[in-house]
């Protein structure tokens, strides 16, 4: 079984029934939550265990960073802004005081960066790897939360920057679409139907936000946004920038799905200071996700990210 | 450096300077903010890892209702009843599907027995060991949370039920003491000055509150209720059952400092059917912890409750 069949089985046997969990587990990026006095509230929650998600060739700054920016992420894609988060630490012993100091600056830069408060946390060392679960609250830019399952057909899909090649580096500096998402809602919150992240690769993300909202995508190959890290990393293994764009996880791009008027009006208007936004195809009634290749056929999109199993 | 030093070190060089944080890292069980409408919150967390916190000799659902349980405690404590959680699960490959299916059933029951909705997490695996952070926020049963740090000079120390030799198994099924401080809430809500929950064992925890709250104290041999576990152990290692009740780790009972006279209504009326409270000592002006031993001497308590250290 593997992180999919359990999220499944998860939420086919805890069906959550309290009138303050607007979603729950399993259906987003993000819980969606009411306050007593009517406050939405997101939280969300990601574990980064060592010589999966970091290794210590990478500066512990840098590995804090990223523990914070990913949760961000995730509150970028249901188009809420950060309020509180916490830190469980599970820390290898050996990787000494220094690399906890430095750990926790890289935690705290990336918090301060984007107007997050830590505020608690739990320290514990073992034998290891290290695991680093940040935990964040937020709240919606506009009325309410961004969900992942409402993408409807005819809309354009888009995603925010370039996709691919995140391992060569880019990984461990997230940048989270605060303001990509933030615009779009400011722009037209109607139109914005379905928001994620992209933490997994376009080609097992995409099929995520489609099988919840219940239809199809047909996407263009040549539409989609490729970085150089792509390229360079086609240079080297011999597949394509293509196939790296949509394959390779831990892009934290956004993939959206909104109205095409909507889509027109920012083609026309996007702020040059954020990351672009590009179309990269359409949502359908048929749910199958098809591609539209350069060679001109259509066929499948193959399913070729990540996915953690247990056994 | 050791998680005392490391916490101090966050505390003094991350001051949050956030008008929705009340208290933050370091200065209680529980962060405590405010939403925009006002609403209190508690936030807590806390990481459970494999062969330090648990061994697969427990059965994965006892070690899912661990998981869960330590963060009531941790909102007990604070005054807070439980609202949401999210699980942050680092799986150790090899574990397998029915392990992950019955630590999550542990998990659901726990959070159902004690009315948490868990609404979202992580799971990811790698070589181990396994790691599990559960993140939970309350909101408080009186006006605002209850702190560790409002021991005031002659305040009474209680604790709830018995200490020491959790680790027979009870450290498996730690039991929050929700109704208890409910009650104490309901009679006196300013007559609770400070509350945490013992998770070091007394002799460590006992000065945390002390020192947080810049008062000293004077405690009981004879007065520190036991656990029979404390007592078998005890008969196993030569050390007296008082030893293990001051130093064993994970009671998870209640350390309170309370009015007098709170305590004198209380004691006259403490239902039946909860977790018993028992006087163990006062708080004192001088900024000492002393122990008044069955011997008739009077000394300092010395500290021997676990600490987690990064070397």
Redesign the interface.
Known sequence: ?A?ND??K??TD??A?S?A??LA??GEDD??W?M?????N?C???????????FTTEATSFDIGWKSVAVNLSDLASSGCKP??G??????R?????E???SL?EGM?ACASEYGL?????????????A?I?V?V?G?PYADQPVLRNGAQVGDVLVVTGALGGSILGRHYRPVPRFDEIAHLLATDPTGVHACMDLSDGLSMDLPRMMNLSETGALITEKYIPYTSDAKELAGRDGKSAFWHSINDGEDFELLLAITPSLFDILEKNWPDNIAPITKIGCVTADQKILIHMADGSTGPLLTQGYE????
Chains 1, 2 share one sequence.
């Not at 969300?44 to 999966?52: G, I, S, Y």
């Not at 916490?86 to 820390?91: D, P």
């Open positions: 079984m992180e359990f999220l089985w998860l046997h805890h959550i309290d303050s969990v729950g587990i993000c819980a939550v306050t007593a006095h009517g406050d509230l939280i969300t929650t990601d574990t980064l265990l060592e010589n999966v998600h309020c509180w916490t830190v469980g630490l599970g820390m012993k050996g990787l000494g005081e690399w906890a100091r926790a705290f408060s830590l505020v608690g946390g739990d320290t514990t060392s073992g034998a290891g790897p695991s679960t935990t609250v709240s953690h199993g247990f056994n």
